[in-house]
């Protein structure tokens, strides 16, 4: 692979994590819960003086960690990269906290379309980082780790993994608020939505490259018959 293409895809994979940030954000504004993977950041940043995108990139480097210590000797070194994705994750968090600063819905049709919103820009950098095919996103690279140590499937433990940060996320707000804070129904709406929307973008962009691709072959064909 030419430097060219690896360089293209560390950019895809930065937009990915762009998009994912801007998603959590919208999410998170929503008033409806937030998405799993950041439910324990977002209690933990109504806790202590630390942004939500602070926490979230701490969880990243909790769940890197996590995974060194489940492969150990079989974690690829290529992997390592993992540790720059943290800070450019938690800044985008940031950032898109600070872009939609002014969002602050209080209609609930207003806090389903913010969430909706929310939902699409956020897989599409779930399928940004995809296609980029370079580092795994600490976050899914845990359960990918998880499920290989077990011989289980990457989908069911993806379910348990999230339905467990939720759990915590509940304890962590009951213990301190006395109430629920961060876990809503929005949080669920996310974790269905999420992944359907990433496979329609598959296949908008599949459908799209399909079509160049098929119109740059008939052209080829028709100037070599001239």
């Known amino acids: 692979m030419s430097k ?18 801007l998603g959590i954000s919208l999410t998170t504004k929503s008033g409806m819960g937030t998405s799993p993977i950041n439910s324990v950041p977002y209690v933990l940043s109504m ?24 492969l150990r000797k079989d974690f690829p070194k290529e992997q390592f990269l993992q540790v720059f994705v943290g800070p450019f994750f938690g800044l985008f968090v940031d950032l898109g906290m600070s872009i939609f600063s002014f969002v602050n819905p209080n209609i609930y049709i207003e806090k389903i379309i913010v969430l909706l919103f929310g939902c699409f820009a956020l897989a599409l950098g779930v399928y940004l980082q995809v296609i980029a095919n370079v580092i795994i996103n600490p976050g899914e690279g845990v359960v990918k780790a998880i499920a290989n140590k077990t011989g289980k499937k990457f989908g069911n433990i ?26 809503r129904e929005g949080t669920i709406i996310c974790a269905v939505l999420v992944g359907n929307i990433t496979k329609i973008y598959s296949f908008i962009f599949e ?5 160049k691709t098929k119109y740059e072959t008939e052209n080829y064909e028709s100037s070599q018959s001239i």
Request: hydrophobic share 60%; proline share 0%.
């Open 47 to 70: 806790i202590f003086h630390l942004t939500l995108g602070q926490f979230t990139f701490l969880l990243s480097i909790l769940f890197l960690l996590t995974e060194i210590i489940i």
């Open 4 to 21: 060219l293409k690896i360089i293209i895809r560390y950019f895809v994979f930065i937009a990915g994590l762009f998009f994912m940030g």
């Open 158 to 183: 993806k379910i348990m993994f999230d339905s467990t940060l939720c759990i915590i996320a509940i304890v962590i707000s009951l213990f301190t608020f006395g109430k629920i804070k961060g876990v």
């Open 207 to 211: 459908h799209f490259k399909y079509k």
